[in-house]
C-alpha cells in the first residue's frame, strides 16, 4: 500500500538531484563547435517552452550533439532532470515518458500502469520548467504534436531525420552536415587508438574522404580497423573490393542496427508509399556526389511524380534539393548502388535497371551543339562529374552502345579541355565496351582506338600513343582499305606523333604520302586535303626548311580562302600558321601584320572569349616580343593570361601556356623579380596537372633553370638543367630536339659558370647529334655550331672559334637569308671575335654593317639593335677611338633606359660600359658616380652575387684604385 504522500500533486514532486540517463556516445565526440553554439542559441529563448529540432541524413551524428548538448548542461546544473527517450513512434516516446516518471517517483514504478506514468510525466513537465527533454530519432513531427500541446514550459530537443513540419511545432531548425576532414581524421583516430594501442594511420584521410566524412560510417569503420588491427588503407581496400560486405560488417559488441546500409534501409522503409521515391535514389546513385543537375532528370517521370519523390528523399535528408542542383551523399550512393539480394530497396535487377537509366538520362541530356563549341561548355561541365562517375563505377560488364557514346564523347570535350588524364579514363572504357559490343574490326571500333591514342599523345605518353596509331593505322588498311578517308586520318595521326616524338624522318614521309593519297582519292580542294597539307607545312618548318614550308603554307591559306571563304575558322588557323612561319623565318614585317588581321576577324567571327581568339592573341603578343615591342607584348600577355583563367580555368594548359608566356616576357624585360615566381608558379602547376614527366613540364623546368641563370643564380640553375636534362633523355629520348635543345642549356650554365672543361665537350656532342638528327642546314645546328664557337672563344681557343664563326655565319646567309635576325647575331659573334683577336680592320666594318642592318631589319628600338649599338661602341673604345665610342655609349645608354627601363640588366650593363669609357677616358670625375650608381642599382635589382653586379664592383674598384695612385704620385 502506497504512502498518500506518494501520489501528492505533481506540482509539488521535486525531481531528485542529477537526474540524467544520456546513452554513451556523448563521450565519443569531435568537432561540432559551430554546431553547439546553435543549438545553444536555439534554446535560450525566454517563451515557455522552447523546441529545436536537429536534422539530418541517417549516421549524420544528430544524437550525438544532442548527447553532447544534454551532457554540458547536465554537468553544469542548468537543467534537471535530463531526460532521453528514444523517439521512433508514438509508442516508444510513450513508453519514455512512463519511464521519466517512475525515475522520478520510483515508488509509483511498480504501482501505476503504464499509460498513468506517462500522463503523470506529462503532467510533471507541464508544471515544471528546468527541465531537459530529448526526444531522439523522431520519425514525424505529429508522434509528438500531443506532447507539444500539454506542455507550457522547459527544453525540448528533437533529433529527427525528417527536416519538414518542424515550423508547425514553433521549434528552431538546425540542419547538421558531416564532419570537416580534421574532424573525421580525428574521430578515426580517437576509436582506433582508445586503448593506447600503437596503431598504423597510414590512409586515414583517403578513408574519411571515401566516407565522406559521415560520423557513423567513421564509427563503424573505426571500430573494425581496431578489432581486426588494420590501418585505414587497408580497410579502404576491404571496402573497394567488398562494398556489400564491408556495409553490413559490425565489429565484436556493436550494435548490428547502427551499420550505414541498415540505418538507410529504416529510412528507405519510411518511404515505401512514394514508390518512385527509391527508384530515383537508385538512379542518382550512379552519378557524383557533385550537384547533379536538374536537367538530368528530364524525362524520369512526369513532373509531379517527379517532385513527390524529390520532396520526400529532401525531407528525410536523403538528398539535397535547392536550385543549383541534387546533391547526394557519396556513402548513400555507394550504399544504394551496392546490392544486395536481402534489402528490397537495393535488389540487383533494381539496380541494374538504375544504371541504365542513369545512362540513358545523361545521354539525352550531352549538350546538342558540338564539344568545342563554347557555348556547349557550361552544360558539359556540369554533366562532366557525372560521367566520370559512371566511368568510375559502372560495372565492366555494362556492354551498350549509349555507354560507349558517353563515354567517348566526354573524353573528346575533355581533351579539348586539356584535361588528359581524364579523357584517357573516358576513351579506355569507351574503346572496352565498343569492342564488346562491336567486335575488335568495327569501324567505331577504330575510331575509338584512335581517340585514345591521341588522348596518351595529349597526355605526352608517346610510348603508348604511337603503337596504338600503328595498330590501328594497320587494321584500318586491312578492314577498310588503303584509300578510305578514315584510313587517310589514321595516316595522319601517325604521322603527328611521329613528328611530337621529333622523329621527322619517319613523320614527313608519312605526312607526303597521305597529301598525296588524299589529293587522289578526295581531290585537291576537299578540306581534309587542305589539312593534310597544312600539317605538311607544319612539319616541313619544324624541319627547319622554311623554303618548303612557307609555300606551301601560302597555298593553303590562298585555297581555303577560296574554298571556305575568307572567315571559316579553318581560314583564321591557316592565316595564323603563315604568320607564324613568316616570324620563324624572321620576317616579322610581314608576320605581325598578319597576326594583328588574323585576331581582328578572329575576335569578329568567333568572339573574343573564344579559345581561337585567345590563341591568336597570345601569338601576336609574342611577335611583339620578338620584335622587342615590349611595351605591347607584356599587356597582351597579361590579357591573355586573364581571359584564358576567367573562360578555360585556371588549370587548362593553354593557360599554363599563357603564364609561361608572361614570365618570358617579364624576363626578356628584365623583371625577375616578377618572371621567376610566375615560372616557379608554373612548373608547379604543371607537375600538379600534367604530371612530372610530361614534355610541357619538362620545358617549364628549363625554362625556370634559365631565369635562374639569367639571375646569375647558377647553384640552382645548374642542378635544375641536368635534371631536366636526365628526365627529357628517359622520357623523349636522347635524339629528340627537347633533349638536344636541354643538352645545349646545361652547357650554357656551365660556361656561365666558368667551367668550360665541362661546356666544351657538351657543346661538341650536341653539335654532332643535331648535325646527325636534324642534319647539318636546320636552324638548330647552325644555333648549335654558334654556341661552340663561342664557348671556343671565352676559352680563348679563336683558332677554333673564329673559323666556326664564319662557317655558321656563311651557311645562316645561305639558308635563313643575309636579313634573318639569327644571320645578324652571327655577324656579330664574328665581328666580336675578330675583335677578340685584335682584328679591329675586320671587326668595325662588320660591327657598322651589322648595325645599319638591324636598324634597317628591326627597327632602331630593338634590343637587338640596341646590343649591336652598344658592341659597335666596343669596337670603337678598344680602337681607342673615344671620341665616337663615348658618344655612342651614350646614345646607347639613353635607348635603353627609354625603352628597357632603368633597372634592366642590359641597362645596367650599358651604364657600366659607359662609366669604363669615362674612364679609359682618363675622366674619373664622371665615370666614379657612374660607377657608383650603378652598382648600388644592380645590387638592388640583381642582387650582390649576379655577374653584372661584380663586374661593376670590380670596375669600380680598379677605377678608384687608379684614382688614388695618380693622386699619391702627385
Given at each position: 500500500m502506497l504512502p498518500a504522500e506518494a501520489l501528492r500533486p505533481v506540482e509539488e514532486v521535486a525531481a531528485p538531484r542529477n537526474l540524467v540517463n544520456l546513452p554513451v556516445q556523448a563521450e565519443l565526440f569531435?568537432?561540432?563547435?559551430?554546431?553547439?553554439?546553435?543549438?545553444?542559441?536555439?534554446?535560450?529563448?525566454?517563451?515557455?517552452?522552447?523546441?529545436?529540432?536537429?536534422?539530418?541524413?541517417?549516421?549524420?551524428?544528430?544524437?550525438?550533439?544532442?548527447?553532447?548538448?544534454?551532457?554540458?548542461?547536465?554537468?553544469?546544473?542548468?537543467?534537471?532532470?535530463?531526460?532521453?527517450?528514444?523517439?521512433?513512434?508514438?509508442?516508444?516516446?510513450?513508453?519514455?515518458?512512463?519511464?521519466?516518471?517512475?525515475?522520478?517517483?520510483?515508488?509509483?514504478?511498480?504501482?501505476?500502469?503504464?499509460?498513468?506514468?506517462?500522463?503523470?510525466?506529462?503532467?510533471?513537465?507541464?508544471?515544471?520548467?528546468?527541465?531537459?527533454?530529448?526526444?531522439?530519432?523522431?520519425?514525424?513531427?505529429?508522434?509528438?504534436?500531443?506532447?507539444m500541446g500539454r506542455i507550457s514550459a522547459g527544453k525540448l530537443l528533437v533529433t529527427s531525420r525528417l527536416g519538414a513540419g518542424w515550423h508547425r511545432l514553433g521549434a528552431s531548425v538546425l540542419r547538421l552536415d558531416v564532419l570537416s576532414e580534421k574532424e573525421a581524421v580525428d574521430l578515426l583516430t580517437r576509436i582506433v587508438t582508445h586503448d593506447g594501442t600503437d596503431v598504423d594511420l597510414d590512409g586515414a584521410k583517403e578513408l574519411v574522404r571515401e566516407l565522406g566524412c559521415l560520423p557513423l560510417a567513421i564509427e563503424q569503420a573505426g571500430a573494425y580497423i581496431h578489432q581486426n588491427r588494420l590501418s585505414p588503407r587497408a580497410y579502404l581496400g576491404l571496402l573497394q573490393r567488398y562494398p556489400a560486405q564491408m556495409f553490413e560488417q559490425v565489429a565484436q559488441g556493436g550494435d548490428s542496427a547502427r551499420t550505414i546500409a541498415r540505418v538507410w534501409r529504416v529510412t528507405l522503409d519510411q518511404l515505401t508509399g512514394i514508390p518512385l521515391a527509391g527508384d530515383l535514389l537508385r538512379v542518382l546513385a550512379w552519378y557524383g556526389p557533385e550537384a547533379i543537375p536538374h536537367v538530368l532528370l528530364e524525362g524520369f517521370a512526369e513532373p509531379p511524380q517527379l517532385q513527390q519523390a524529390l520532396g520526400a528523399l529532401s525531407a528525410y535528408n536523403m538528398i539535397n534539393n535547392d536550385r543549383s542542383g541534387i546533391t547526394v551523399h557519396r556513402l548513400v550512393q555507394a550504399v544504394t548502388r551496392t546490392p544486395d539480394p536481402a534489402d528490397p530497396h537495393r535488389r540487383p535487377e533494381d539496380i541494374r535497371h538504375a544504371l541504365h537509366q542513369a545512362i540513358t538520362l545523361i545521354s539525352a541530356a550531352l549538350p546538342s551543339t558540338p564539344y568545342n563549341d563554347p557555348t556547349s561548355w557550361p552544360r558539359w561541365r556540369t554533366l562532366v562529374p557525372h560521367i566520370a562517375a559512371l566511368v568510375a563505377h559502372a560495372p565492366a560488364d555494362t556492354e551498350t552502345v549509349d555507354l560507349a557514346r558517353l563515354f567517348n564523347e566526354s573524353g573528346l570535350f575533355l581533351i579539348g579541355q586539356g584535361d588528359a588524364r581524364r579523357a584517357i579514363d573516358c576513351f579506355e572504357r569507351a574503346l572496352d565496351v565498343i569492342e564488346k559490343v562491336r567486335g575488335h574490326d568495327h569501324p567505331d571500333t577504330l575510331t575509338s582506338r584512335n581517340n585514345l591514342a591521341g588522348a596518351y599523345e595529349s597526355a605526352g605518353d608517346l610510348n603508348r600513343a604511337i603503337p596504338l596509331y600503328e595498330r590501328t593505322l594497320a587494321d584500318t588498311e586491312r578492314i577498310l582499305g588503303p584509300d578510305h578517308p578514315n584510313t587517310l586520318t589514321s595516316r595522319n595521326n601517325l604521322a603527328g606523333a611521329y613528328e611530337s616524338a621529333g622523329d621527322l624522318n619517319r613523320a614527313i614521309p608519312l605526312y607526303e604520302r597521305t597529301l598525296a593519297d588524299t589529293e587522289r582519292i578526295l581531290g585537291p580542294n576537299h578540306p581534309n586535303t587542305l589539312t593534310s597539307r597544312n600539317n605538311l607545312a607544319y612539319a616541313y618548318e619544324s624541319a627547319g626548311d622554311l623554303n618548303r614550308a612557307i609555300p606551301l603554307f601560302e597555298r593553303t591559306l590562298a585555297d581555303r580562302e577560296r574554298i571556305l571563304g575568307p572567315d571559316h575558322p579553318d581560314t583564321l588557323t591557316s592565316r595564323n600558321n603563315l604568320a607564324y612561319a613568316y616570324g620563324a623565318a624572321g620576317d616579322l614585317n610581314r608576320a605581325i601584320p598578319l597576326y594583328e588581321r588574323t585576331l581582328a576577324d578572329t575576335e569578329r567571327i568567333l568572339g573574343p572569349d573564344h579559345p581561337d581568339t585567345l590563341t591568336s592573341r597570345n601569338n601576336l603578343a609574342g611577335a611583339y616580343e620578338s620584335a622587342g615591342d615590349l611595351n605591347r607584348a607584356i599587356p597582351l600577355f597579361e590579357r591573355t593570361l586573364a581571359d584564358r583563367e576567367r573562360i578555360l580555368g585556371p588549370d587548362h594548359p593553354d593557360t599554363l601556356i599563357s603564364r609561361n608566356n608572361l614570365a618570358g616576357a617579364y624576363e626578356s624585360a628584365g623583371d625577375l623579380n616578377r618572371a621567376i615566381p610566375l615560372f616557379e608558379r608554373t612548373l608547379a602547376d604543371r607537375e600538379r596537372i600534367l604530371g612530372p614527366d610530361h614534355p610541357d613540364t619538362l620545358i617549364s623546368r628549363n625554362n625556370l633553370a634559365g631565369a635562374y641563370r639569367a639571375a646569375g643564380d647558377l647553384n640552382r640553375a645548374i642542378p635544375l638543367y641536368e635534371r631536366t636534362l636526365a628526365d627529357t633523355e628517359r622520357i623523349l629520348g636522347p635524339d629528340h630536339p627537347n633533349t638536344l635543345t636541354s643538352r645545349n642549356n646545361l652547357a650554357g650554365a656551365y660556361e656561365s659558370a666558368g667551367d668550360l672543361n665541362r661546356a666544351i665537350p657538351l657543346y661538341e656532342r650536341t653539335l654532332a647529334d643535331t648535325e646527325r638528327i636534324l642534319g647539318p642546314n636546320h636552324p638548330n645546328t647552325l644555333t648549335s655550331r654558334n654556341n661552340l664557337a663561342y664557348a671556343y672563344e671565352s676559352a680563348g681557343d679563336l683558332n677554333r672559334a673564329i673559323p666556326l664563326y664564319e662557317r655558321t655565319l656563311a651557311d645562316r646567309e645561305r639558308i635563313l637569308g643575309p636579313d634573318h635576325p639569327d644571320t645578324l647575331t652571327s655577324r656579330n659573334n664574328l665581328a666580336y671575335a675578330y675583335g677578340a683577336a685584335g682584328d679591329l680592320n675586320r671587326a668595325i666594318?662588320?660591327?657598322?654593317?651589322?648595325?645599319?642592318?638591324?636598324?634597317?631589319?628591326?627597327?632602331?628600338?630593338?634590343?637587338?639593335?640596341?646590343?649591336?649599338?652598344?658592341?659597335?661602341?666596343?669596337?670603337?673604345?678598344?680602337?681607342?677611338?673615344l671620341n665616337r665610342a663615348i658618344p655612342l655609349y651614350e646614345r646607347t645608354l639613353a635607348d635603353r633606359e627609354r625603352i628597357l627601363g632603368p633597372d634592366h640588366p642590359d641597362t645596367l650593363a650599358s651604364r657600366n660600359n659607359l662609366a669604363y669609357a669615362y674612364g679609359a677616358a682618363g675622366d674619373l670625375n664622371r665615370a666614379i658616380p657612374l660607377y657608383e650608381r650603378t652598382l648600388a642599382d644592380a645590387e638592388r635589382v640583381l642582387g650582390d652575387g649576379h655577374p653584372i653586379t661584380e663586374t661593376v664592383r670590380s670596375n669600380l674598384r680598379a677605377v678608384k684604385d687608379d684614382a688614388s695612385g695618380g693622386s699619391s704620385q702627385g
Open positions: 569531435v568537432g561540432r563547435e559551430k554546431d553547439l553554439s546553435d543549438l545553444e542559441r536555439a534554446l535560450d529563448g525566454q517563451s515557455r517552452v522552447v523546441v529545436a529540432a536537429v536534422h539530418g541524413l541517417g549516421g549524420i551524428g544528430k544524437s550525438t550533439l544532442a548527447a553532447r548538448y544534454a551532457m554540458k548542461k547536465a554537468r553544469s546544473g542548468t537543467y534537471n532532470p535530463v531526460w532521453w527517450i528514444i523517439a521512433d513512434s508514438p509508442a516508444s516516446i510513450e513508453a519514455g515518458l512512463a519511464e521519466l516518471a517512475a525515475a522520478l517517483q520510483p515508488e509509483l514504478a511498480d504501482v501505476l500502469p503504464s499509460a498513468a506514468l506517462t500522463k503523470r510525466a506529462i503532467a510533471w513537465l507541464a508544471c515544471h520548467s528546468d527541465w531537459l527533454l530529448l526526444l531522439d530519432n523522431v520519425t514525424k513531427p505529429d508522434h509528438v504534436a500531443d506532447l666594318p662588320l660591327y657598322e654593317r651589322t648595325l645599319a642592318d638591324t636598324e634597317r631589319i628591326l627597327g632602331p628600338d630593338h634590343p637587338d639593335t640596341l646590343a649591336s649599338r652598344n658592341n659597335l661602341a666596343y669596337a670603337y673604345g678598344a680602337a681607342g677611338d
